[in-house]
């Protein structure tokens, strides 16, 4: 079974530009999630898709980043314009539906590690 | 605020050791606490605590929850070098029958031959 696969591993932008950062969950995992690592800090979530609506996304920092699931399957995450504080590691996650064993369990991705100069 | 705090930040020790990690723990709507091993990329899930007092094991890793202190320890036996990594607790907020994770900093564990 393929694991949590993110896409690109590594961006350099510079401020004002726009990113967009992919997230592929575990086939069948209705629940996908954002976090984000900035450096020195420990990891912070972000949003939380079920299937392709928000539950939450508490953890957004600013009307700049705009997440979205289309069709419940894949994640994006869009940065813009990238701001130099919005550098740091993006970790996607996911987990299996409501009521599935395990649900609780979250199944993160490698990260995509965003540099903004 | 949601809050957990690991200790100690990081540890260094030699093949054969054994260590403790610490993990407390402030957390609303508490559904669960989970250990990561995050090695180079991505944090591979280790245990899932739910219940007090109920110890998992897996291999020379082992875990168990104290929920009256707000705690959790994992015990590592007979390290070896390939169990340097950063160790990640994490709280469940829960929402429904899933939540969102809350981590602490980490703790860095070297192992020397």
């Known amino acids: 079974e393929a694991g949590v696969t993110q896409f690109p591993s590594h961006s350099v932008i510079e401020k004002g530009q726009t990113v967009t950062l992919r997230c592929d969950p575990i086939s069948g995992h209705d629940n996908l999630y954002w976090y984000r690592r900035v450096m020195g800090k420990e990891i912070k979530f972000l949003l939380h898709?079920?299937?392709?609506?928000?539950?939450?996304e508490s953890g957004m920092p600013n009307n700049r980043f705009l997440a979205e699931r289309t069709g419940g399957t894949y994640s994006t995450l869009k940065v813009q314009p990238a701001e130099l504080e919005d550098s740091g590691v993006y970790f996607c996650?996911?987990?299996?539906?409501?009521?599935?064993?395990?649900?609780?369990?979250?199944?993160f991705g490698p990260g995509t590690r965003l540099t903004v100069t | 605020e949601d809050k957990v705090v690991q200790s100690p930040l990081s540890l260094v020790v030699h093949e054969g050791d054994t260590v403790t990690l610490n993990c407390s723990y402030e957390v609303t709507n508490f559904r669960s606490l989970l250990w990561y091993k995050q090695e180079k990329k991505a944090p591979t899930f280790l245990f899932m605590l739910?219940?007090?007092?109920i110890e998992k094991k897996s291999g020379r890793l082992s875990s168990i929850l104290d929920k009256k202190e707000l705690s959790s320890i994992l015990n590592i036996t007979a390290t070896q070098t390939g169990d340097s990594a950063i160790y990640l607790c994490?709280?469940?907020?829960?929402?429904?029958?899933?939540?969102?994770?809350?981590f602490g900093q980490g703790t860095t564990l070297q192992v020397k031959p």
């Open positions: 996650a996911s987990s299996p539906g409501q009521g599935a064993i395990g649900s609780y369990e979250q199944y």
């Open positions: 994490a709280g469940v907020h829960g929402s429904g029958n899933t939540g969102k994770l809350i």
């Open positions: 739910t219940s007090s007092g």
């Open positions: 898709f079920v299937k392709e609506s928000k539950q939450d």
